[in-house]
């Protein structure tokens, strides 16, 4: 139990051209999601939580408006990266919490984006 | 904010042989999880821990939540090449029903052969 997925795996896109990943939570809901981003050799950086129904709240230093995140049903967020330039190339990871006041953090397998 | 320093950075040891590695807290946490994170892939949850003191274990696997509240370490026993990886410890930012963790600087296990 507790499969998360994430859609695409990889993405190579252009400069200026937006991106949207997925992250499905398969056999649980999840009124919370959280999207996370990752350098080479580093830890996980949260970059925002994302509520079903309402806003997400992005940490600080995320731009909201480039970094746009939907959760629309208990079992769906979307992160859209929009306008990407080469420096928003990184591991994006998202996690999605099954609500039983655990902590736990299911995650999915992360997807590579790179903008050329 | 809250910072978790996990140790050591890396390590390299042979097959079969046992690793400890641990992650301390400036500040007290009443969760500790523990996640590890294969090349290109999202951490997987290997052991969550709620009570000071408490010892758990998952196979090959041993964690215990620190009497202090402020650390947690971590076992492997008998490694195999599989158990290749960085490992996190994470916890609760707050302790306020605030779901979001703060993730450790992990441990990188390299096994030699």
């Known amino acids: 139990g507790a499969v998360v997925s994430q859609h695409p795996s990889r993405v190579i896109c252009k400069s200026g051209t937006s991106v949207k990943i997925e992250c499905r939570s398969l056999d649980f809901q999840a009124t919370t999601m959280f999207w996370y981003r990752q350098f080479p050799k580093k830890s996980l950086m949260l970059m925002a939580t994302?509520?079903?129904?309402?806003?997400?709240?992005?940490e600080q230093g995320v731009e909201k408006d480039k970094f746009l995140i939907n959760h629309a049903s208990l079992t769906l967020s979307t992160l859209t990266v929009t306008s990407a330039h080469p420096e928003d190339s990184s591991f994006y990871i998202c996690?999605?919490?099954?609500?039983?006041?655990?902590?736990?953090?299911?995650f999915g397998p992360g997807t590579r984006l790179t903008v050329t | 904010g809250q910072q978790l320093n996990q140790s050591p950075q890396s390590m390299f040891i042979q097959e079969g042989e046992d690793v400890s590695m641990n992650c301390t807290s400036s500040s007290i946490f009443n969760t500790w999880l523990w996640y590890k994170q294969e090349p290109g892939e999202g951490p997987v949850l290997l052991i969550a821990?709620?009570?000071?003191?408490e010892l758990t274990s998952n196979g090959r696997l041993t964690a215990q939540f620190g009497i202090t509240r402020k650390d947690s370490f971590l076992n492997i026993s008998a490694s195999i090449p599989s158990d290749v990886g960085i490992y996190f410890c994470?916890?609760?930012?707050?302790?306020?029903?605030?779901?979001?963790?703060?993730f450790g600087t992990g441990t990188r296990l390299t096994i030699i052969p």
């Open positions: 996690s999605a919490d099954p609500g039983t006041g655990t902590y736990e953090q299911y």
């Open positions: 994470a916890g609760p930012a707050s302790n306020f029903g605030n779901e979001k963790l703060t």
């Open positions: 821990l709620y009570k000071a003191g």
């Open positions: 994302s509520n079903e129904g309402s806003k997400a709240t992005y």
